[in-house]
């Protein structure tokens, strides 16, 4: 609430030069001063002072190429500096360095990890701001000035523009004979289109769903035909990649037991639910859990049909043995634990591929769901109090 | 507002909306695919469509397997769907062998009759317990339902056109609530709801009867159907 305080002393301070201006015009004496003073204390039980809108402030705030420059020459300066504190090399030092040194230097205990302290480029910072678009006579520099997105209609031209190129030249090949079909598919899920907000990140402009739309067409028109590298460049910056989820598995390497046995751990966990599973790779499907056979320590068949899962789908129900510990939780969340313990170990059993589908049949994520908290004024964490008229 | 760069990756959350709240998962988190068969088809077979698919979701993240989902043939949704309506309390265990003791005594009756009939009726009696009862839901399922609709002060039933999983729901909750009211209490549930899906089997029955019912009155208000907007 700082803003109405600032106008507040604003205005007493005004009145206060005000009223002391009057009095020293008029006459001096102690009794003025005591008017004043009245005046002063009067002012000060007033409520609900009305005080001009300080418009200029709320107009977004425009930072000028020179204030950017300055901040970037900081930066890099405040790079070095932060290298050499840290004894690293101030040539190679990245943004991944200076967060990691960051952290170090300010550890926050804030939960909101964009409230923490940063020190990131200023072009990363400060939002892409516009230059004055037109000269001193009021002529404005592009042509499409006037459209009032000129960023966007002009690189509509340029698309377009290149749409054309393309198919005059395959009219012309045509024309020759020397036609050939598009035989190269691109790589079209490692990648996506820009999104809407990205866009208008990149132009600075602010950008309708349609005319973002008509834009992607007419890029997914260009990608159809084929077209030599500089229009595959001009297509590629608009392109974002995408991760490819199951590179990120951890595969446990696997050890070996005395006898020569192979053999694979790993954790699992649900709800509070802990457990670890070691998997033998030769067996003949005994599970053993908390040194307790499985068909006793389990009695309800779901929980059971839970642990029978992984090796159901990989086709290999008979042929491993299972030693695993468990704690915490309930029946079901014990299962649930057991059940990812194992599905991990297994993944060093078996194929990319195969841990691929596992990953796709859910066996390989830990499932986040935790019990709701209860909230106050309600009687569970949804449920509400029996709704009274009166 | 300043804006910042938005993290380029599938955690994406600008134009989808966040489907529950409270969801511990993102939005952008798909439903596993359980069934063995559906990775094990060659390459050769799929169709494009199928291909595209394929590698899609090997950029996706996908959920965790919920506890109440195997791999396994035995599997079938509808009977647990059926099973967790019928569960009272979260207790799935006793909900469970409800719905595998119905089971049984469905093939037990249907068993007596087959020994008990002669050559040419036995061709027609079915003794699989999983078909009659998906049958005897299909015949519960009523084609067109009734909506109140608020109008000029005063509540109207029109008919309206009921969409699958509304139509399989409501077969499935005629069936319990007939079966847990109708019943004296020395009877147990399975004994009971097996009578019953026999009875939906060969469309007889008090649930066929309310699925008719449903049917007259949404025939009688035909007049009304024009207050539906959708």
């Known amino acids: 609430m700082a803003a109405p305080c600032v106008f507040w002393g604003a205005a007493v301070s005004y009145r206060l030069f005000l009223g002391s201006r009057v009095s020293l015009a008029l006459r001096q004496g102690v009794w003025k001063a005591a008017a004043a003073e009245l005046q002063i204390l009067r002012l000060r039980h007033t409520t609900g002072v009305t005080a001009k809108k300080n418009v200029a402030a709320l107009k977004r705030e425009t930072y000028t190429v020179d204030f950017i420059k300055k901040q970037i020459e900081e930066f890099n300066i405040g790079k070095r500096h932060l290298a050499n504190m840290m004894g690293e090399d101030p040539e190679t030092f990245t943004q991944e360095d200076i967060d990691r040194a960051i952290a170090y230097l300010f550890p926050s205990g804030l939960f909101e990890k964009q409230a923490r302290p940063i020190m990131k480029h200023p072009e990363q910072i400060f939002p892409k701001q516009r230059a004055i678009q037109w000269g001193e006579d009021g002529r404005p520099f592009h042509f499409l000035f006037y459209t009032g997105k000129q960023s966007y209609y002009s690189l509509m031209h340029e698309a377009y523009g290149k749409l054309l190129d393309v198919e005059k030249r395959q009219n012309q090949l045509q024309a020759k004979g020397l036609f050939s079909e598009k035989t190269k598919t691109k790589d079209l899920i490692g990648s996506r289109w820009l999104i809407k907000e990205e866009l208008e990140e990149m132009l600075v402009e602010k950008l309708s769903d349609q005319d973002y739309a008509q834009f992607i067409r007419l890029l997914e028109r260009l990608l159809t035909v084929e077209c030599s590298a500089e229009e595959e460049e001009f297509v590629q910056r608009f392109r974002r990649s995408v991760t490819v989820q199951s590179r990120k598995q951890l595969i446990e390497p696997l050890q070996y037991d005395g006898q020569g046995m192979a053999f694979s751990t790993s954790e699992g966990k649900r709800k509070s639910a802990k457990a670890e599973a070691i998997v033998y790779e030769h067996g003949s499907g005994r599970i053993k859990v908390n040194g307790i056979d499985y068909l006793l320590y389990f009695p309800v068949t779901q929980d059971r049909e839970q642990l029978m899962f992984p090796f159901h789908f990989l086709d290999r129900l008979g042929k491993h043995d299972v030693t695993c510990t468990v704690s915490g939780g309930g029946r079901s969340s014990q299962a649930g634990a057991i059940r990812l313990a194992m599905a991990k170990a297994l993944c060093s059993f078996v194929t990319e591929e195969e841990v691929e589908w596992m990953r796709q049949a859910g066996l390989l994520t830990a499932d986040p769901r935790v019990r709701e908290r209860k909230k106050p004024g309600q009687e569970g964490a949804r449920r509400k109090f029996t709704w009274k008229k009166r | ?230």
């Open chain 2, 1 to 230: 507002m300043r804006s910042r760069m938005f993290p380029f990756d599938s955690s994406l959350r600008t134009s989808e909306l966040t489907q529950v709240r409270g969801s511990r998962y993102g939005p952008e988190y798909k439903d596993p695919q359980v069934d063995k068969e559906y990775y094990r088809k060659p390459l050769a077979e799929l169709t494009e469509e199928e291909k595209y698919e394929r590698e899609l979701r090997k950029t996706q993240h996908i959920k965790a397997a919920p506890a109440s989902k195997t791999s396994s043939v035995f599997e079938d949704p509808v009977i647990s769907k059926f099973t967790n309506m019928i569960m009272k309390g979260g207790n799935k265990v006793l909900a469970r062998s409800l719905m595998a003791q119905t089971l049984e005594a469905v093939k037990r009756k249907q068993f007596e009759k087959y020994h008990a009939a002669s050559a040419e009726e036995r061709a027609s009696i079915e003794r699989n317990p999983y078909t009659i009862f998906h049958q005897a839901l299909k015949n519960c399922e009523p084609v067109i339902g009734l909506v109140p609709i608020l109008r000029g002060g005063h509540f109207y039933q029109v008919p309206v056109p009921l969409a699958d999983r509304r139509r399989r729901f409501l077969a499935m909750k005629w069936m319990i609530t007939e079966c847990r009211e109708k019943k004296h209490r020395r009877v147990l549930m399975p004994e009971k709801l097996s009578h019953e899906l026999l009875e939906a089997f060969h469309n007889q029955g008090p649930v066929i009867k309310k699925k008719h019912d449903m049917h007259k009155m949404a025939e009688a208000n035909r007049a009304l159907a024009h207050y539906r907007w959708w």
